[in-house]
């Protein structure tokens, strides 16, 4: 089957579909610093990408990664709006490729090469606000199930 991926940051929501159908949809959290693409900007990239790469399958909930390696540690959740001096990478990797030349591939503004990432967080309580670096955050559970459904090369579309 194959699934896309449709990202409303206005509405703080991932929307995976099949075809045009809704299958799920999921808050997340883009980043606080707002919307763009420019290299250290820690801005969330906006258009067409694809999934590149897929890491942690089948790693226990609230796994925390460093630069994309499992620590096999896990990480406690924070569940308040508190927002911690940390940025953990949890629970599952889906590494974006921009596709757009200019707007978010090549030099510069290259959505690879930032390291932008769908991915699970332990601030938890800050889903469904600006609250990351440049990715796009989701709950740990949300981030597994969206995991299991999609490929590399799932398109996915980041749009306000």
């Not at 991926?5 to 949809?25: A, E």
């Not at 999934?51 to 942690?56: Q, Y």
């Amino acid at each position: 089957m194959t699934y896309k991926i449709d990202i409303d940051i206005s509405q703080q929501r991932l929307y995976l579909k099949q075809n045009d159908d809704l299958i799920k949809s999921y808050p997340i959290s883009s980043s606080k610093y707002g919307e763009g693409s420019t290299e250290n900007s820690n801005m969330t990239p906006l258009g067409l990408h694809v999934i590149k790469e897929k890491i942690g399958t089948d790693v226990p909930i609230n796994t925390l990664f460093i630069s994309r390696i499992n620590t096999k540690r896990t990480v406690n959740i924070e569940n308040s709006r508190n927002k911690t001096k940390d940025d953990h990478i949890t629970s599952r990797i889906l590494w974006l490729d921009g596709l757009e030349e200019g707007k978010n591939k090549g030099k510069g503004v290259d959505s690879y090469s930032r390291y932008i990432y769908i991915h699970g967080t332990h601030e938890e309580g800050l889903i469904g606000e600006k609250a990351s670096h440049g990715c796009i955050r989701m709950l740990n559970n949300d981030v597994i199930d969206l995991y299991n459904y999609v490929n590399i090369g799932t398109e996915v579309y980041i749009s306000v």
